[in-house]
């Protein structure tokens, strides 16, 4: 284990978030907000203090970073942004609990959505900047963001590869640096696209801003108690076209980009993504009809829920915990089964679906013919082994890690009424990163009531959630400590 280069790369990691910063920072300053403008000054500086010492101690002519460290640096980021980023709504008192403060961060920087906020609106416009920032800035990933603007290290691929969702990352470009800059742009453009023409429904700048954040980073949160509800059909409209386009796996706008459109029509997982939508749509939109006064609204809603929750942003116009059944037994299903791979959402994701569906078929006909030869082919070519393996053994995971942390916030009761809806949903909300779940925690309400151990454990989750568990397990793992990696 090459310590000193894992501490080097966290310590740039701290100092970019001490930069970051500087905009909610900004914000403070034309917004004449003192007391948060000293909070953000105090966490900048403690943030350069602890990312310039790490660095100081963390000289080292071994740069190469290799899987091990790749996994170690990704697990232990992710925390330490976390925890110095939930500084400032602790030293304003905007959320003077330390566990609150640090659910609504890790919420933040994983794009879950999920909050404890009873009101959202009395909250400075700084600290809703920042808040929305770490959707933005935790969607396409802080790591991936350090590899675009620091010079390339040996073995940077292996960070990457840690921290970007999905089985299956390869570079768009031959440079590890160029491919980062462009998801980067390509990110920023579709973000101001999105703030473009929000301002251009009337929604005020500010506004426009921090939902364009959420949106992109796929995380929900917003500046109103009831979230997208109370805006114009137009603005709904255009949030819920822009969650499922930051749904899709962003190597399909690189091949957009450079005129591939053959390569994009024959792509598997966005041809069932798209499939995914339509008829999940079509189904909510048949059973919720009696409920709204006509089509227009029907559909509107229908389409916004189902975008918001398989692209696991968490935004609603409605409260779907009072839809029917049905409705409310697809939405579970598209909470589980997330977005594509390579985007910004959260889930299982399409692909690894796709693949395990496939594996089974090849099972069932190896099973009726033993002496057959199948392949699972994914994308137009055969599927690696390793590939297939690898999903199996994610999903065996994701199913165990849902399991217990349903079992560990079912150890306790909170004021509202907890039950197995309530906590299963929640397990399942904050593990996939979408944020609403049903009963108490429903689209309308939050998870204040949880005590601090089930914030943790539910901190835990989005976490894992988010990197996609091996680097939390890797990076905590005692023997990942003792061994050298080549």
Known sequence: MNRKMVLNIIGKIVLTEAVLMLLPLITAVIYVETTAMYSFLITIAIAVAVGGSFMAVSRTKDTAIYAGEGFVIVGLAWIILSLIGCLPFVISGDIPNFFDAFFETVSGFTTTGASILRDIEALSKSMLFWRSFTHWVGGMGVLVFVMAIIPSTKGSMNIMRAEMPGPVIGKLVPRLRDTAKLLYIIYMVLTLAEVILLCFGGMPLFESLVHSFGTAGTGGFGVKGDSIAGYSPYIQWVIAIFMLVFGINFNIYYLILFRRARQVLKSTELWVYLSIVTVSVTAIAINTSHIYNNLSDT????????????????????????????????????????????????????????????????????????????????????????????????????????????????????????????????????????????????????????SSFSKVVLSVAMLLGRLEIFPLIIAFSPSTWMRKYR
């Open 299 to 450: 559909l509107r809603n229908s389409a916004f829920q189902v975008s918001s929750i398989i692209s696991t942003t968490g935004y609603s116009t409605a409260d779907f915990d009072a839809w029917p059944g049905l409705s409310k037994a697809v939405l579970l299903l598209l909470m589980v089964i997330g977005a594509c791979a390579g985007s910004t959402a959260g889930g299982l994701k399409v692909s690894r679906v796709v693949l395990i569906f496939k594996n089974i078929g090849r099972e069932v006909k190896q099973m009726l013919h033993p002496r057959s030869v199948n392949k699972v082919r994914f994308e137009g070519k055969t599927a690696e082994e390793n590939t297939v393996r690898s999903v199996a053994t994610y999903f065996g995971l994701y199913v165990v890690c849902i399991v217990v942390v349903f079992l560990l916030i079912s150890f306790e009761t909170f004021s509202v009424g907890s039950n197995f809806e309530t906590n299963f949903s929640a397990a399942i909300s904050c593990f996939n990163n979408i944020g609403p779940g049903f009963g108490a925690v429903g689209p309308m309400l939050n998870y204040a009531d949880y």
